[in-house]
């Protein structure tokens, strides 16, 4: 039997998972459905622009950690649009970067569509870093926005989200009913699988978690 104070703290944590659970698949389902191709010369946090680019570079690269154990990487790019030659940032992959530029950062095919959602800066240390782009960009009268940046990833992380909360569940119910039942207890492989597999959704969560 469990007493009042173990009653409560089970209780919360099951509100706080579930709660946690459903942030994960609704912000995902947002991300996927979110939608738009307003010009990134007057987007607003959250819109969805869509433009074209002629030149890249990167700009930084964040390096993400928990408890000192390294998460996940970001990493932001200097774009310039093919008409107006504004500079924007945006958060993108190596593949990307090395799919269609070429390392001096033109566009190997003339041009580069981009579509991203608007996003605020998440990190002191990238805000210091944007400080100094646009100390270097003011000497030509340019300079990216202070606070928002556009990232590109948004559908692909709300995919990850959804599929990091299915896996919380699956994970969860296989642990709770194949120790219930004793099958996880007398079974070492099916005890090893769901424990890589547990590994495997912890890993996803942290890193959509770090990339949010």
């Not at 095919?109 to 100390?135: E, F, M, P, Q, W």
């Not at 120790?179 to 597999?197: D, E, Q």
């Amino acid at each position: 039997m469990m007493n009042t104070k173990s009653k409560f703290w089970t209780g919360f944590f099951c509100v706080f998972l579930a709660g946690f659970l459903i942030w994960l698949v609704v912000s995902g389902a947002a991300a996927l459905m979110k939608n738009g191709s307003a010009s990134p010369n007057s987007a607003q946090q959250g819109d969805v622009c869509e433009f074209n680019v002629i030149y890249a570079k990167e700009a930084c690269t964040l390096k993400r950690t928990v408890n000192f154990i390294p998460t996940n990487k970001e990493h932001f790019y200097l774009v310039v649009t093919e008409n107006d030659f504004v500079p924007f940032l945006v958060r993108e992959t190596p593949s990307w970067f090395k799919k269609n530029f070429s390392e001096s950062g033109v566009a190997k095919s003339g041009t580069v569509k981009i579509k991203g959602a608007v996003t605020r800066y998440h990190s002191y240390k990238l805000t210091k870093i944007i400080d100094s782009i646009n100390a270097d960009l003011s000497e030509n009268g340019l300079s990216v926005s202070p606070s928002l940046y556009i990232d590109a990833l948004y559908k692909q992380l709300g995919g990850l989200r959804i599929l990091a909360g299915a896996g919380i569940v699956i994970v969860g119910a296989l642990m709770f009913f194949g120790v219930k039942s004793g099958f996880l207890l007398t079974r070492k492989p099916a005890l090893i699988a769901v424990g890589v597999a547990a590994i495997g959704v912890i890993g996803l969560t942290v890193y959509v978690l770090g990339m949010y």
